[in-house]
């Protein structure tokens, strides 16, 4: 029997994934979702052609749940969903911060939970979905996590106790790039460009990088050397950046993202 995902609080990430899942082959009748807002639920429905259903509803009729409320929202969803969770059913989070712990100590006893953590580049078949099992998961139930989220990219299995690391890496990776995409550009205004060429320009570059990265089986740094002539434009601006702390900062940027992920697990920020 076709197994059916319900995603309760499809907001941004619950959408990419819902829309992956479908560009994935999953048939619309086997997915529901649920929303805070009737507008939201009825924008789901019209863009998608899935059923929304209350929480409750949810929990009783889906095989898997796949919680992508906000952190700060998990505790009264769960609350909410506890009394209608039958012993069988998977319980994804895809919170950032909160532990499978959370989810066991409000969810019936031996509720099997899964803690994935992906990105928006789901939205383009191009996420990373790192996944980890709380006490009660099985093999099996990985497996299924796994499939769900390898409709909209790769997936990789941690520890969950390197869950926060991962968080601050892939799943807020993609604002780095932007931001430093928005810097360039920013840049290339300076140096003279209209803001449009600078951009195109800017994001070419970080497209052609990054399949380097993943297709050349090259190390950064050998990339990185093989644009950089004696005495040529690149070890200027990588002066620069090394007088500026560039590498200093981004190693605390993500620490500091892993230290506000540990600071959710409260699971009400
Ligand atoms: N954005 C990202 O890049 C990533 C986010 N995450 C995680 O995904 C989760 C969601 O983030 P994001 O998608 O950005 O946030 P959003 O606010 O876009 O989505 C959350 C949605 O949940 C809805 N909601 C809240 N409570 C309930 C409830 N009780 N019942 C039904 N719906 C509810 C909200 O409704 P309303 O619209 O009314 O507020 C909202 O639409 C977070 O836990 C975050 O840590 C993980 C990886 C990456
Ligand atoms: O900023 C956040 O908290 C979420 C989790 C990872 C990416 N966005």
Known sequence: MTQKVAVLGTGKIGEALLSGMIRG????????VTARRPERADQLRTRYGVTPVTNAEAAKSADTLILTVKPQDMGALLTELAP??????LVISGAAGIPTAFFEERLPAATPV???MTNTPALVDEAMSVISAGTHATAAHLTRAEGIFATVGKTLRVPESQQDAATALSGSGPAYFYFLVEAMTDAGILLGLPRDKAHDLIVQAAIGAATMLRDSGEHPVT????????????????????????RAALI?????ARDRSRELAGGNG
């Open 223 to 246: 990339l990185r050397e093989n644009v950089t002539s004696p005495a040529g434009t690149t070890i200027n601006a990588i002066r620069e950046l090394e007088n500026h702390g560039v």
């Open 25 to 32: 082959g999953w048939a619309p009748t086997d997915l529901m």
């Open 84 to 89: 209608h969770i039958p012993a069988d059913r």
């Open 114 to 116: 899964v803690r994935v």
């Open 252 to 256: 605390a940027a993500l620490e500091a």
